[in-house]
């Protein structure tokens, strides 16, 4: 089974901070996503990566960075929090290719910040 | 950004009713995905569709692939109470196979 894993379920910053979510998967997929989730606005894709070193915007890039350094892990970096980045934070894998569109996500890093 | 638009936004329904839930987009897409969130926890695919038509079935849920490659539905028939979460359809848009876009979402609560 495909595993994703986000290294913090609760976090609480403060305004201002850098801020540093990190995700794993171990399946060797190529792409990995980053996505942030509100009521009533599904999920939004903040940036993707098809390979190492490779990043894209997706549709929220303002006010986040990324960096994917090796293959597995992919880190979602808010350079400075503010609290309208208070959200839901889902990383996704996939693999390649036209059948590799299925997505995997992890479990969800809920991000508070105050 | 490419956004998809789920009906309806929200359902409350008895335990053992059948539901139905649609998307719609204004771009052709190539392959459509249907994925359920629990509460507290990240989505996970129930059903993947990837040619126009193509009805699939996943134990006592079923989804359709529209012929026009714009729209799905998902149905879940004798709905029981774990059924109860988010449902998201999902797609990358033709020529962009990378970049997978979501829907707003259907919030289903089963009433026992």
């Known amino acids: 089974d495909v595993k994703v894993t986000q290294s913090s379920r609760y976090l609480v910053k403060r305004t201002g901070e850098k801020v540093f979510l990190e995700c794993v998967q171990d399946?060797?997929?190529?792409?990995m996503f980053w996505y942030r989730q509100d009521p009533g606005l599904g999920l939004r894709l903040i940036y993707f990566?098809?390979?190492?070193?490779?990043?894209e915007k997706g549709d929220i890039p303002e006010g986040y960075s990324v960096s994917r350094e090796k293959k597995e892990r992919f880190s979602l970096i808010l350079e400075s929090a503010s609290t309208n980045q208070t959200s839901m934070y889902l990383c996704?894998?996939?693999?390649?290719?036209?059948?590799?569109?299925?997505?995997?996500f992890g479990e969800g890093s809920w991000l508070t910040v105050v | 950004g490419q956004q998809l638009n789920q009906s309806p936004q929200s359902m409350f329904i008895q335990e053992g009713e059948d539901v139905s839930m649609n998307c719609t987009s204004s771009?052709?897409?190539?392959?459509w995905l249907w994925y359920k969130q629990d509460p507290g926890e990240g989505p996970v695919l129930l059903i993947a569709?990837?040619?126009?038509?193509e009805l699939t079935s996943n134990g006592r849920l079923t989804a359709q692939f529209g012929i026009t490659r714009k729209d799905s539905f998902l149905n879940i028939s004798a709905s029981i109470p774990s059924d109860v979460g988010i449902y998201f359809c999902?797609?990358?848009?033709?020529?962009?196979?990378?970049?997978?876009?979501f829907g707003t979402g259907t919030k289903l609560q089963v009433i026992p």
């Open positions: 996704a894998s996939s693999l390649k290719g036209a059948r590799g569109n299925t997505i995997y």
């Open positions: 399946m060797d997929h190529e792409n």
């Open positions: 990566s098809y390979d190492v070193k490779m990043k």
């Open positions: 771009s052709i897409f190539n392959t």
């Open positions: 569709l990837y040619k126009a038509g």
């Open positions: 999902a797609g990358p848009p033709l020529g962009g196979y990378q970049k997978v876009t």
